[in-house]
């Protein structure tokens, strides 16, 4: 049974993430702007992390302008060799060094244009975690899939292959995000009900494979959330945070979400 176990969130075991995708958006000066206002906006949040995941090309200079502030840097994705002959990739070591805590791994839109497979996925995923960074984990249903009734067993398949072969820790700091592909960049947002359904599949099948990880784990919901649909969202007790793309990319909106995330 879905709902079999007690999984409703405390603060002192996870701590709510609202982490921002802005995909291919903004040049260096409108990044590093971006965040300036952002950083205004929500200098007095301590109960929330705040992750923001701008193009690589952005990173250094929004990196400086967030030093010693709440706000946390991920890259988008990354390669899993360390370095060489890999014309137009980039490395586990340079989002590090560009700032990077966290790197988002497996989008959908990855795996729909750019063959991102979860083997590749589970590769991507090792290689951040050998270089100290936190991976954000995507996995999601097409609407056909939904349709046909199988969203389980694809969500089953991507983490069973994407997570594969994390140590204990790794496995308690791995961040997930359900995306429902339906529901990404289309402004139709999952029910809450909806997403805590398959939230509370994830975290059951977690502990099935990484036993006590499997409370600590961050699971997050991405799909059209908005500052009117968010808090509904985190009242969910398997629902520890949003992956936003629309709604991060101006300042206001994107501390709203923050602020409503809790
Ligand atoms: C995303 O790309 O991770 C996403 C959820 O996009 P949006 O919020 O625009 O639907």
Same mark, same amino acid.
């Given at each position: 049974d879905l709902h079999s176990f007690p999984t409703r969130r405390s603060s002192d075991l996870r701590t709510s993430l609202m982490a921002g995708n802005w995909k291919m958006n903004k040049t260096v000066e409108e990044a590093a702007g971006m965040v300036k206002a952002l950083k205004a906006a929500v200098a007095n949040v301590s109960d929330v992390e705040i992750l923001v995941c701008p193009a690589f090309t952005a990173l250094y200079a929004v990196n400086n302008e967030i030093k010693g502030s709440n706000i946390n840097l991920g890259a988008q994705n990354l390669f899993w060799e360390a370095k060489g002959a890999f014309t137009g990739e980039i490395s586990p070591a340079m989002i590090k060094e560009a700032g990077c805590s966290y790197v988002i791994i497996g989008h959908s839109e990855r795996r729909q244009y750019f063959s991102e497979t979860d083997e *590749?996925?589970?590769?991507?995923?090792?290689?951040?975690?050998?270089? !100290?960074? %936190?991976? #954000? #984990?995507?996995? =999601?249903? *097409?609407?056909?899939? @939904?349709?046909?009734?199988? *969203?389980?067993?694809? %969500?089953? *398949?991507?983490?069973? =292959? !994407?997570?594969? !072969?994390?140590?204990?820790?790794?496995a308690s700091s791995a961040v997930i995000a359900y995306e429902p592909v339906w529901a990404i960049g289309t402004g139709k947002t999952a029910t809450p009900d909806q997403a805590q359904q398959v939230h509370a599949f994830?975290?059951?099948?977690?502990?099935?494979? /990484?036993? &006590?990880?499997? !409370?600590?784990? @961050?699971?997050? /919901?991405? =799909?059209?959330?908005?500052?009117?649909? #968010?808090?509904?969202?985190?009242?969910?007790? &398997?629902i520890d945070g949003g992956l936003v793309g629309g709604a991060s990319l101006e300042a206001d909106s994107f501390a709203q979400l923050v602020k409503y995330s809790k």
């Open positions: *590749t996925v589970n590769k991507r995923v090792k290689a951040a975690f050998a270089n !100290g960074l %936190i991976p #954000v #984990v995507c996995v =999601g249903e *097409t609407l056909e899939e @939904r349709e046909k009734d199988i *969203t389980f067993k694809v %969500i089953e *398949t991507q983490i069973r =292959g !994407g997570l594969a !072969g994390l140590s204990p820790e790794e994830i975290r059951k099948l977690y502990r099935e494979i /990484y036993a &006590d990880a499997a !409370g600590k784990v @961050r699971i997050l /919901y991405g =799909g059209s959330v908005n500052p009117k649909n #968010v808090s509904d969202l985190m009242k969910q007790p &398997d």
